[in-house]
């Protein structure tokens, strides 16, 4: 979306479409699956996890850093990643408010 564009959405409504482009790939919903299971900080191991090429596992993990659902940190030669806890809870909470529960009335027009 241009920036231009952006301005005519809430604030709430950007929020959503950048976590929902950053989960738009499978191989981000396995990291971030991979990464709330180990529950903490993982270095090196999700390109064995994954299968990916390094560079391309790399590439899926900068932009759930640029998105701001984990969080990098460097380690001696490589970089750790983990869930980002702020940014997680802030973003349930976003979902849980756009999926409302809907009372189906069996009739949509």
């Known amino acids: 979306m241009g920036a231009t564009k952006a301005d ?3 604030k709430e409504q950007n929020e959503i479409a ?3 482009k950053a989960l738009a790939h499978p191989a981000r919903i396995a990291i971030l699956q991979y990464l709330v299971k180990k529950n903490a900080c993982v270095c ?3 390109v064995e996890e994954l299968g990916l090429a390094q560079a391309t596992t790399s590439q899926h ?3 759930l ?5 984990i969080q990098g940190n460097i380690e001696g030669a ?12 802030k973003y349930k909470e976003l979902f849980n408010s756009f999926f409302k529960e809907v009372t189906l009335t069996g009739k949509c027009c």
């Open 8 to 10: 005519l959405f809430t």
């Open 18 to 20: 950048t976590m929902a």
């Open 44 to 46: 090196g191991d999700l």
């Open 61 to 63: 993990l900068k932009e």
């Open 65 to 69: 850093k640029t998105a701001g659902i």
């Open 78 to 89: 490589s970089v750790c990643y983990c869930i980002e806890p702020k940014i997680w809870i």
